[in-house]
């Protein structure tokens, strides 16, 4: 048996995805900048797609920018910040997704911005009383921080923390990669500058995402060459993955609360399962349903003397899982989120996350072949 159990870095393709990218492969073909009836017909596929993700966040379809992804929409929105909209100065944490933090800091050190890192508690959360203080010296700021976090699940407070931008002048920007198609949002209510997304993160096409952007929120080209996406990305649309990405948000969206319940019951039960057979063990981040994203759980267990080999032997027999962000992989250094969040490191730790596709048995598995490996002298 083959168990996936790593659907915070991709999620299998739906089926009903696949099907509606084909045709567009095999007959839209023509370019959605061309006048003539293949590019007009490709235009109109391509505009239909955006009212879709338009309609899914309740904004306007014209404050809907299609990327090649969630690093790339993050990207836009910090660069943008600086560049455009005249912020000196970034607010963030230490357990950012590195599209966020990287890019941060980068072009604080190239731009001459300043870069301030919230406290955090041992879950994950930021200090909100030291971003209010913060934002209330008046420095044109950006605040950057992911909706949930990849690796330990925990989420912020979205709305408060807009509203508290909004208040003080601040833009406001989230990575809300893990968080698209797993949450309802209502730009209408949700006062945010930006937010991103990548397809594959809830079962459409890798390589395709998009930047929202506030229609309030003035910006002008992010990449230059053509007047593509409103002008803000240069460059042919992929027509295929952008249908796909709009066909998954339907897929998502037709039944957000079922998927939640489905999964939330499966992350319950494994936990229940872990604590009853290794009486050491714990999570890291949040849980609770309100305050963590249901698809993640991060486990820390039991000490071990071969806990490098830990993740590698769940994986001969079946079980994928890994320790933290796929985008670190083949890294030596240790999970960025974990350190700062001062996690044990001397134990192993493994994130576990799961989709709509899971199943109990696939849980039962990889819980059994858990077992095993610490029966099996790795303890």
Do not use: W
Not at 256 to 263: I, T
Request: proline share 3%.
């Amino acid at each position: 048996m083959r168990v996936y159990l790593d659907n915070a870095a991709t999620t299998p393709v739906a089926p009903e995805v696949v099907d509606a990218m084909i045709p567009v492969l095999r007959e839209t073909f023509g370019n959605p900048s061309s006048t003539h009836s293949f590019g007009r017909n490709a235009k109109a596929l391509l505009e239909t797609s955006r009212r879709t993700v338009a309609k899914h966040l309740n904004c306007a379809p014209s404050e809907i920018i299609f990327t090649s992804g969630g690093t790339e929409a993050d990207n836009m929105a910090i660069h943008a910040a600086v560049t455009e909209l005249g912020v000196k100065r970034i607010i963030t944490s230490a357990i950012e997704h590195h599209a966020v933090g990287h890019t941060a800091e980068s072009i604080s050190h190239h731009e001459k911005v300043d870069l301030v890192l919230l406290d955090l508690d041992s879950k994950g959360n930021i200090d909100m009383r030291q971003l209010e203080t913060l934002l209330k010296d008046g420095i044109p700021t950006l605040v950057s921080l992911m909706h949930a976090n990849n690796e330990i699940a925990t989420m912020i407070p979205l709305a408060e923390i807009a509203r508290l931008c909004r208040q003080y002048g601040a833009y406001f920007h989230s990575d809300t990669v893990q968080t698209m198609g797993h949450f309802r949002f209502d730009l209408s209510e949700l006062d945010i500058d930006f937010i991103t997304c990548a397809a594959h993160k809830f079962h459409g096409p890798k390589g395709t995402g998009f930047l929202y952007v506030n229609k309030k929120t003035k910006v002008s080209s992010f990449i230059h060459g053509g007047a593509q996406e409103r002008g803000l990305r240069g460059g042919t649309e992929n027509m295929a993955g952008i249908v796909g990405l709009a066909k998954a948000m339907d897929l998502a969206y037709d039944d957000v609360e079922g998927h939640q319940q489905h999964v939330f019951e499966l992350k319950s039960y494994m936990m229940e399962q872990l604590k009853a057979c290794f009486p050491t063990v714990f999570f890291h981040g949040e849980t609770d349903f309100d305050k963590a994203l249901y698809t993640v759980l991060n486990v820390c267990l039991p000490a071990t003397e071969k806990t490098s080999m830990l993740l590698f032997t769940l994986d001969l027999k079946g079980v994928a899982v890994s320790g933290g962000s796929a985008c670190t992989s083949g890294a030596t250094k240790g999970s960025h989120v974990l350190e700062g969040i001062h996690a044990d490191m001397s134990r192993p730790n493994a994130r576990f996350s799961f989709s709509r596709y899971t199943t109990k048995e696939e849980i039962d598995y990889a819980l059994e072949q858990l077992r095993l490996v610490y029966q099996n002298n790795l303890s």
